[in-house]
């Protein structure tokens, strides 16, 4: 289940909730008879995409995307003698 984050208007209160995916936006808040509604993470988003470009600089051949092991070592062969041919 994805951890979403909630604000409530009324108390003023930010908090993290597991939902289900599809539930409504805006739910009940935990702590006030009010309605928090669900925000999107900005923080998260960020990141996200600070960690995909580490990870692209670290595998610049895009292994991590690779599953199989045997493609993976083609792939690294492959590169090995493109490197090698290049000299
Ligand atoms: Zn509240």
């Not at 990870?55 to 895009?62: C, E, Q, V």
Request: aromatic fraction near 6%; proline fraction near 5%.
């Amino acid at each position: 289940m994805p951890l979403y984050e909630y604000y409530c208007e009324k108390c003023e209160r930010t908090y993290e909730l597991l939902q289900k995916v599809g539930v409504p936006t805006t739910i009940q808040c935990e702590s006030c008879t009010g309605l928090a509604e669900r925000v999107v993470s900005a923080f998260s988003t960020t990141i996200k995409t600070q960690s995909e470009d580490r990870a692209n600089k670290i595998d610049p051949l895009g292994l991590r995307n690779v599953k199989d092991p045997a493609q993976r070592e083609k792939i690294i062969a492959k590169e090995n003698l493109r490197q090698l041919s290049s000299d």
